[in-house]
Nanobody, 125 residues
Framework: VQLVESGGGSVQAGGSLRLSCAASGYTYSSYCMGWFRQAPGKEREGVAA????????YYANSVRGRFTPSRDIGKSVFYLQMHGLRPEDTAMYYC????????????????????WGQGTQVTVS
């Protein structure tokens, strides 16, 4: 099982980025996928999640209306489109996979996820 994130970078406030997470080694389409972030000195925070069938999507209140998770099942890629970026969005962003189809109310808890990528840095100034 391998998850590889890409798409991070440095942007000015108000800018946009799209993060990608490429999955391999298992049946990606069968599982809930989530995005997390962790800033220096802070706990890992659940940002968004999408169940195996793409609906419903889950968002942290801090990113609702600005970030959109999605998945391309045919390509085994999971995305996080980010608009209206703010300095407080600066963090290392990780994708993660549960071993269940549905995300449920525990979607923002890191211990619900079994597999993790190495992270991609997002810096907003």
């Amino acid at each position: 099982v391998q998850l590889v994130e890409s798409g991070g970078g440095s942007v000015q406030a108000g800018g946009s980025l799209r993060l990608s997470c490429a999955a391999s080694g298992y049946t990606y389409s069968s599982y809930c996928m989530g995005w997390f972030r962790q800033a220096p000195g802070k706990e890992r925070e659940g940002v968004a999640a999408v169940p195996y069938d793409g609906s419903p999507t889950y968002y942290a209140n801090s990113v609702r209306g600005r970030f959109t998770p999605s998945r391309d099942i045919g390509k085994s890629v999971f995305y996080l489109q980010m608009h209206g970026l703010r300095p407080e969005d600066t963090a290392m962003y990780y994708c993660a996979a549960q071993r269940s189809q549905y995300c449920g109310n525990g979607w923002k808890h890191a211990d619900e996820y079994r597999d993790w990528g190495q992270g991609t840095q997002v810096t907003v100034s």
